[in-house]
């Protein structure tokens, strides 16, 4: 049912989407047709939504189609930590149709900029290595922010270490994943000056 919500929304929005009902039959859908984007749940059986991504991005003929999770379940900071760079978005359900759409624009607005980026800086005689590790570090900056921002959300990190050991881990977490952005998009700071100085 929710499936046929989320694809009568897409459709109003013109998109033209494909559905299938779990992890197996979304790989066997790929196998035929290359989406712009894969909407993903977690909670599915018996192949669940990580280890469906996981196939995804292992395989070279579908490990560029960007992928959002589309879930009930509460976001963790170890699957951050696993999963954040192979993922676009975290969106919750319920969502409403104008937040679906956000997302998916954004999404696709990301990755069309990135791309721009990379052609100008190839153009511009940048080496590959450098402009290989912006596209890489300009996506994981802002999808990691995006994930910092949903735990932050879920967790209410500054009373967490008040809730005892987990609260204290949970909090603890959030704060490497965050020293971690911060050390990236430093980075990414550095690279985007050399590709705006070339």
């Known amino acids: 049912m929710i499936v046929d919500v989320l694809v009568r929304m897409l459709r109003m929005d013109g998109y033209n989407p494909l559905s ?93 900029g990135i791309l721009n980026d990379i052609l100008k800086a190839e153009q511009s005689g940048v080496d590959r290595e450098i402009v290989e590790e912006y596209a890489e570090l300009a996506h994981n900056v802002d999808v990691l922010k995006g994930l910092l921002n949903t735990l932050t959300g879920f967790y209410d990190i500054h009373n967490a270490q008040k809730r005892g050991p987990i609260g204290q881990n949970i909090a603890r977490a959030v704060q490497q994943l965050a020293m971690v952005a911060r050390f990236q998009e430093e980075r990414l700071h550095q690279i985007r000056s050399q590709i705006h100085s070339a």
Request: charge should be negative.
């Open 20 to 112: 299938a009902s779990g992890g197996k039959q979304c790989l066997r859908l790929l196998e035929k047709d290359r989406p712009d984007l894969i909407l993903l749940d977690i909670m599915m059986e018996p192949m669940d939504g990580w280890e469906t991504l996981r196939q995804i991005k292992e395989n070279p003929a579908t490990r560029d189609i960007p992928v959002a999770m589309l879930t009930a379940k509460q976001l963790t900071p170890d699957e951050v930590s696993k999963y954040g760079s192979l993922i676009e978005d975290y969106i919750m359900k319920p969502t409403t149709h104008r937040q679906l759409n956000e997302a998916i624009t954004y999404i696709l607005s990301r990755r069309d």
